[in-house]
């Protein structure tokens, strides 16, 4: 546990001046969502409580998935490709996804689940033990542990290694920009065109997902996006245009886009694997739009 970055102090109820008959809570400011916190009580993420007066990061250090996995499956298919990486996880996610395969332990408290003691210089120290040339946060959703995330990543750069972000990218702009320094390469979800999809799939908004994916493309970082079809969802032959017709006019034809195939899960146990028709034709569309490296993943 430590203290969290980027939240304020509100005073609900009392004359605003001091706390009698007014009661104290956390803002978060860490992402577009802006939890207000009481006393003893967590943000939506899950990971972030407020506690004697301060916000922490319950789940720092704490790491309760750790791997070694190849680079390709995060997945990035252009940062040095047949490569491994350490690959961390702490509970958490800021999203709601119906169709979400890691629920387990995104939609966990920390203290729920299983899990280790690794402070940053731990992780640093094993990928240089093992010569792993990266470390990916990933399976969860890292911006919501950011704090043991950016002092990872800024032990592991004095280091000579690379870090790697797997995220749904739901973050306010400044925490983001002080992430950016210690960035080399990220997977970003768009997870689809339209805002209305994502309050209903996935309980978050399109615009700060854009923002994001437009900061790190900007700042040089080596980007990959994933789209993942969701059947009937978002597979519509408009919607994977205009999906892709975003990241052409954003300047993003270049960047890779990975086009997932998703399976039953969560809140979707019904649903339907999405068509092997639909992945070939969603990948025409694709190229069609200018997207100049297209890739079906879990196909
Ligand atoms: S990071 Fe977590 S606690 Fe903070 S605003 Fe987002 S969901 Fe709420
Ligand atoms: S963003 Fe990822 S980890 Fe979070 S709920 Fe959605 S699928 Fe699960």
Redesign the pocket.
């Known amino acids: 546990m430590k203290q969290a970055a980027?939240?304020h102090i509100e005073q609900i109820g009392g004359n605003g001046h001091d706390t009698a008959g007014g009661t104290l809570s956390a803002r978060?400011?860490?992402?577009?969502?802006?939890?207000l916190?009481g006393e003893g009580h967590?943000?939506?993420?899950?990971?972030?409580v407020f506690r004697d007066g301060k916000?922490w990061a319950t789940s720092y250090a704490e790491p309760c998935a750790l791997a070694v996995d190849p680079v390709e499956k995060k997945p990035l298919n252009h940062f040095h490709p047949g490569t491994l990486c350490l690959s961390v996880a702490c509970t958490?996610c800021?999203l709601r996804c119906l169709n979400c395969q890691n629920s387990s332990i995104s939609q966990a408290r920390p203290e729920d689940v299983e899990h280790a003691t690794w402070q940053p210089a731990d992780l640093v120290g094993v990928c240089l033990q093992q010569h792993l040339p990266s470390i990916a946060y990933t399976y969860t959703e890292p911006?919501?542990w950011i704090e043991y995330m950016l002092d990872t990543a800024r032990l592991a750069h004095e280091q000579g290694i690379y870090n790697i972000l797997v995220s749904a990218g739901?973050?306010n702009e400044q925490p983001l920009r002080d992430l950016l320094p210690f960035l080399d390469a990220a997977n970003i979800d768009l997870k689809s065109i339209s805002d209305d999809v994502y309050h209903r799939l996935n309980g978050a908004s399109l615009a700060p997902v854009q923002r994001t994916l437009r900061l790190i493309h900007e700042a040089g970082v080596a980007l990959e996006v994933t789209n993942l079809l969701v059947d009937g969802w978002n597979t519509s032959e408009e919607m994977i245009r205009a999906l892709c017709h975003w990241l052409v006019d954003n300047g993003m034809a270049d960047v890779p886009l990975h086009l997932s195939r998703c399976f039953p899960s969560y809140r979707m146990p019904n649903l339907r694997p999405t068509p092997i028709p639909v992945m070939m034709r969603a990948k025409d569309i694709a190229e069609e739009e200018g997207i100049r490296w297209v890739h079906l993943g879990n196909v």
Do not use: Q
């Open positions: 980027y939240y978060c400011d860490l992402c577009p969502h802006a939890c916190i967590a943000g939506r993420c899950r990971s972030r916000l958490g800021n911006l919501t739901y973050v």
